[in-house]
């Protein structure tokens, strides 16, 4: 599976934004999708995982980002809301198999920057 994410760019504080990650290889339907993300100096976090028709997210973005599929199209986006300098961050999206198992298939990363 190879993964494309986009949709990064510069928002004031407040604003949103909606990252992408396009899918080709295989179909993603039963992978267990997620994002993380990579702020300057700090390790790489979870943000949030999608598999059926469930959703996960990290307590930091809670109430204000949203995670959703489109199986047809391969796709799974990342809707953020209210967002925050602290997201400004390197966005990734993910692939595994099956949930319990670490993510095998990376993108390649999309630059979020949230100014205040």
């Known amino acids: 599976v190879q993964l494309q994410a986009s949709g990064g760019g510069l928002v004031q504080a407040g604003g949103s934004l909606r990252l992408s990650c396009a899918a080709s290889?295989?179909?993603?339907?039963?992978?267990?999708l997620g994002w993380f993300r990579q702020a300057p100096g700090k390790e790489r976090e979870f943000v949030a995982a999608h598999w059926w028709s469930d959703g996960r997210y990290a307590d930091s973005v809670k109430g204000r980002f949203t995670i959703s599929r489109d199986n047809a199209k391969n796709m799974v986006y990342l809707q953020m809301n209210s967002l925050k300098p602290e997201d400004t961050a390197v966005y990734y999206c993910?692939?595994?198999?099956?949930?319990?198992?670490?993510?095998?298939?990376w993108g390649q990363g999309t630059l979020v920057t949230v100014s205040s």
């Open positions: 290889g295989r179909a993603i339907s039963n992978y267990v």
């Open positions: 993910a692939a595994a198999v099956r949930r319990g198992v670490p993510y095998d298939y």
